[in-house]
């Protein structure tokens, strides 16, 4: 099955710095990759995602980048503010021949991110 | 509102004592789903549902049951609970549609002594 890593397991910043969480797959099946943010105490929510016919993908102040070759794939944030701070997830999935439902989703094992003022 | 509703939220139980979280989604969704979250080990996917009457073992199935006799229902059963079980629980749903969100419970909380 799909085996996903995530590094590193803390992150700490400044606010303003940028902040790079990495995560690698197995399965070169694969083709669905979210991160989700989760804030204390909270739910986790999704903050973007990815699909493999896309090489990179922004909102605003995060991206992802993704390798397929090398099978890996990160979240970039840049201008980091305190309300950042969360455990960021990242997650591999093999999505339906549309590209949009899928079955087993496996999560890295977490980031948690700390933006100091 | 658009949500998923867990009960119990929090709850202490012993070992080999039955017990049923409950899921219930208002969103219509198709898939839906349950994991396990523990400190170092991120989530974990117990069993996933994408439709009715259809359901699938995640990564960490033992010790779990799961039926969907209704859309918006998805209960985990543990038959009898042991203390590896002691862990925060999350079900989520999604609709499949373009954007593969998925829907996060607030989660249960789950003791077993």
């Known amino acids: 099955g799909e085996n996903v890593e995530q590094h590193p397991s803390t992150l700490s910043v400044q606010e303003g710095d940028s902040a790079v969480i990495k995560c690698t797959y197995s399965d070169s099946a694969s083709n669905y990759f979210p991160w989700y943010k989760q804030e204390l105490g909270k739910r986790p929510q999704l903050i973007i995602d990815?699909?493999?016919?896309?090489g990179e993908k922004k909102d605003q102040r995060i991206a992802v980048t993704l390798n397929k070759t090398a099978k890996h794939f990160s979240l970039h944030i840049t201008e980091t503010q305190p309300e950042d701070s969360a455990v960021y997830f990242c997650a591999a999935s093999l999505a339906s021949a549309g590209g949009t439902s899928y079955g087993k989703l496996t999560f890295g094992q977490g980031t948690i991110l700390t933006v100091h003022p | 509102e658009a949500q998923v509703t867990q009960n119990p939220r929090y709850l202490i139980t012993v070992t080999g004592k039955k017990l049923t979280v409950t899921c219930s989604q208002n969103?219509?969704?198709?898939?839906m789903s349950w994991y396990r979250q523990d400190p170092g080990l991120g989530l974990r996917q117990i069993y996933y549902?994408?439709?009715?009457?259809?359901?699938d073992k995640g990564d960490v199935p033992e010790g779990y049951k799961v039926s969907r006799k209704e859309k918006r229902n998805f209960p985990l059963i543990l038959e009898s609970p042991s203390p590896n079980q002691t862990s925060l629980y999350f079900c989520?749903?999604?609709?499949?549609?373009?954007?593969?969100?998925?829907?996060f419970g607030e989660g249960s909380r789950l003791t077993v002594l």
């Open positions: 990815i699909r493999s016919n896309v």
């Open positions: 989520a749903s999604s609709s499949g549609s373009d954007t593969g969100e998925l829907f």
């Open positions: 969103m219509n969704h198709e898939y």
């Open positions: 549902s994408m439709n009715v009457e259809v359901t």
